[in-house]
């Protein structure tokens, strides 16, 4: 099957887009597998969908499935790229767009420097809807919120994390490091994901805390492994900060693919907004086997 493509990128976050809004391609988890591929197929981080609008008041439905085939309920820096695809292609000429995910509506914003800011909605906190185990747990109390002892079984050293437990759509396990380059993400970052407390799986955030209005951050992500950048880790990691009192209500998080600025103000009912950049890359058509 020949299919068509655009390969686009948010802060390093890299994305293969799709356009179902003429009908579906019917792909195969083994097929976004091949798709995301970067010796085999295109390559990317993310495999991102664009359907119909599947109900009245949304614009659009937007899919998302991890390099390893399996679909998730959100993805920040691949919504900005969303956003962009669908108006650069003439699909919509609106500059604020409603979208379905998995996970609930959301609503990137354009604006004229091609920058996309995506009201993420409401974090969730509470860890028996991130979801996160607690049974048997101590934590202990930073600023107006908690941090969480996880026990990491590492073959080298056996280890103890004290992490923020939040959920973006998707669930996120943040702690903070003394020194980003320096933190053990490669050998954490999958004990944490696939850590027997997070049922669904989790993305491994490690924050590096600048100032009050400056992170580092570097995110193992669920599915996917260590990325550029990683949205909506940008957005638990500042959930976070906020919560332990040790970060301001607007952070710029610099990534190691780019740049986003996350805002926050607080509160139960306050929505998580992030802005940056979603650029294209290129174009392709590619062949996608029966059986990858």
Not at 111 to 138: K, N, Q, S, W, Y
Request: aromatic share 6%; proline share 7%; net charge negative.
């Amino acid at each position: 099957m020949q299919i068509r493509f655009t390969k686009m990128q948010g802060a390093g976050n890299d994305f293969v887009v799709l356009d179902e809004t003429a009908g579906p391609l019917g792909l195969s988890e083994a097929q976004y597998r091949f798709l995301a591929h970067r010796q085999f197929g295109v390559g990317a981080d993310q495999i991102l969908t664009v359907r119909p609008s599947p109900a009245a008041g949304v614009d659009f439905e937007y899919v998302i499935h991890n390099a390893d085939g399996g679909e998730v309920e959100q993805c920040g820096n691949g919504a900005r790229c969303f956003a962009r695809y669908v108006h650069d292609k003439g699909l919509t000429d609106k500059r604020v767009i409603r979208v379905q995910t998995l996970s609930g509506l959301i609503a990137p914003e354009l604006h004229a420097d091609g920058r996309v800011t995506v009201d993420m909605g409401r974090p969730v906190l509470e860890p028996a809807r991130v979801p996160f185990e607690t049974e048997g747990l101590a934590p202990r109390p930073l600023g107006a919120s908690l941090q969480w002892p996880l026990a990491l079984a590492a073959p080298a050293a056996p280890a103890t994390v004290w992490i923020g437990a939040v959920s973006m759509g998707n669930p996120h396990a943040v702690q903070c490091v003394d020194d980003v380059d320096q933190a053990p993400v490669a050998e954490w970052g999958p004990l944490i994901e696939r850590h027997e407390r997070f049922p669904q799986r989790v993305n491994a955030g490690f924050m590096q805390i600048v100032d009050r209005g400056q992170v580092r951050l570097r995110v193992f992500e669920r599915g996917s492994g260590e990325t550029l950048a990683c949205g909506t880790g940008a957005c638990a990691a500042v959930v976070a900060g906020i919560g332990w009192g040790l970060l301001d209500a607007r952070v710029d998080v610099q990534t190691r693919g780019g740049l986003l600025t996350i805002e926050w103000a607080g509160g139960a009912q306050d929505a998580v907004r992030m802005t940056g950049p979603a650029e294209f890359v290129f174009e392709g058509q590619i062949e996608v086997p029966d059986q990858p």
